[in-house]
């Protein structure tokens, strides 16, 4: 598979610093994941397409959680979210 453009909503980029350091590094380690495999990563926790939308999800922690969309199919995904799971923006 080709290489993917991963960029950040600039909501989610806003909060990357406030990220906990643990969260932090493996949302980075998604991002590469991402980057390098596509917007299917089923060797994630709890990963998932949203039922009805191009949206994909997976745990990064426990309590955490990362959502995505592929935005140019095949070129571009974009981190829609990264925060806690009572917060995320499931359909």
């Given at each position: 598979?080709?290489?993917?453009?991963?960029?950040?909503?600039?909501?989610?980029?806003?909060?990357?610093?406030?990220?906990?350091?643990?969260?932090a590094?493996?949302?980075?380690?998604?991002?590469?994941?991402?980057?390098?495999?596509?917007?299917?990563?089923?060797?994630?926790?709890?990963?998932?397409?949203?039922?009805?939308?191009?949206?994909?999800?997976?745990?990064?922690?426990?309590?955490?959680?990362?959502?995505?969309?592929?935005?140019q199919?095949?070129?571009?995904?974009?981190?829609?979210?990264?925060?806690?799971?009572?917060?995320a923006?499931?359909?």
């Amino acid at each position: 598979m080709g290489v993917y453009k991963v960029v950040f909503k600039k909501k989610v980029e806003r909060k990357l610093d406030t990220l906990p350091p643990k969260q932090a590094q493996k949302l980075s380690l998604l991002v590469d994941d991402l980057g390098a495999n596509g917007p299917v990563r089923a060797n994630w926790p709890n990963y998932g397409k949203l039922k009805g939308t191009n949206t994909h999800h997976c745990h990064i922690d426990k309590k955490w959680v990362a959502c995505w969309v592929e935005t140019q199919q095949g070129i571009q995904i974009e981190v829609t979210y990264a925060g806690s799971r009572e917060s995320a923006p499931y359909a």
